[in-house]
């Protein structure tokens, strides 16, 4: 049976998959790859986040605000 998740996902009981619709890239998933990819997806993120800087500004003239990002490569001994 096919149940929906938030962010668009849905989950079939029956096939035991997951799907991950992301607009123009649709991700199938067994439940063992699922746990396998997040898994995998948390150690990126670590390194990622630990290393990504956000900086938010805003127009002063419009009020409009904006993110910017910039990825500060780690140090061989970070890698470490």
């Not at 096939?15 to 607009?23: A, M």
């Not at 990126?44 to 409009?64: H, K, R, W």
């Not at 904006?66 to 890698?79: D, H, I």
């Amino acid at each position: 049976m096919k149940k929906q998740l938030p962010h668009k996902a849905e989950i079939d009981t029956e096939t035991e998959e997951l799907t991950l619709n992301l607009g123009s890239v649709c991700l199938n998933f067994s439940f063992e790859e699922w746990d396998e990819f997040i898994s995998m997806i948390s150690d990126i993120d670590t390194v990622f986040q630990a290393n990504l800087t956000v900086e938010s500004y805003m127009c002063p003239t419009c009020g409009s605000a904006n993110n910017s990002y910039e990825y500060n490569e780690p140090t061989e001994e970070e890698y470490n």
